[in-house]
């Protein structure tokens, strides 16, 4: 494929539409939509900013024996599905201080330490630049109601034995499911 251009197409207040359009390798046009948390994307490059836009919290106890776990209302399904903590990176936040600020705001727990920061890595490559940055690390303290009027979230801690239960009878986020999945049937 052989980037030709790129145009807003719907400035939204979150989410911004665009067209892509491409050159095959036969020659042919074609014309990609996608939505992007970047409301000003106008070059190639631009497209490609691997600057991450969210934050998405891995968080075990103390023990390690727990994961951290919010079971969340999604406006876009209309369901409840389980989820990692998570958010948008503010302007002038570093990744840090985001995963912070969002661990407090969706559960009322403290950021203890973070012990990984993985590279940058995409929500939804098939509609969608957003990337994100997963940070790993302990939390503590008490769960309290999300300080956010839009968002319903009942976060919990869950053994292994739990999540496999819950990997068999509930919906989740993609790449909650796959974490969730290798980290239960990691050995007691």
């Known amino acids: 494929m052989k980037f030709q251009s790129v145009k807003k197409i719907h400035q939204g207040k979150f989410i911004h539409r665009y067209d892509i359009t491409y050159e095959t390798e036969e020659g042919e046009e074609k014309i990609y939509e996608m939505i992007s948390r970047d409301p000003a994307i106008q070059t190639w490059e631009e497209l490609q900013d691997q600057t991450p836009d969210s934050v998405v919290l891995i968080m075990h106890d103390r023990t390690g024996e727990r994961i951290l776990l919010n079971r969340e209302f999604r406006l876009a399904l209309g ?34 330490e973070i012990t990984e920061t993985m590279p940058l890595s995409y929500s939804a490559v098939g509609f969608s630049n957003e990337s994100n940055l997963c940070l790993l690390g302990v939390a503590a303290g008490t769960f309290q109601k999300s300080s956010s009027s839009v968002e319903e979230i009942r976060p919990g801690w869950y053994t292994k034995q739990e999540v496999r239960r819950l990997l068999d009878q509930e919906l989740f986020a993609a790449r909650t499911q796959a974490y969730c999945y290798l980290w239960s049937r990691l050995p007691e």
């Open 79 to 112: 369901n409840w599905v389980y989820n990692f903590p998570a958010g948008l990176i503010d302007p002038g936040e570093t990744p840090e201080e985001s995963a912070e600020r969002e661990l407090k705001e969706e559960t009322g727990l403290n950021l203890v």
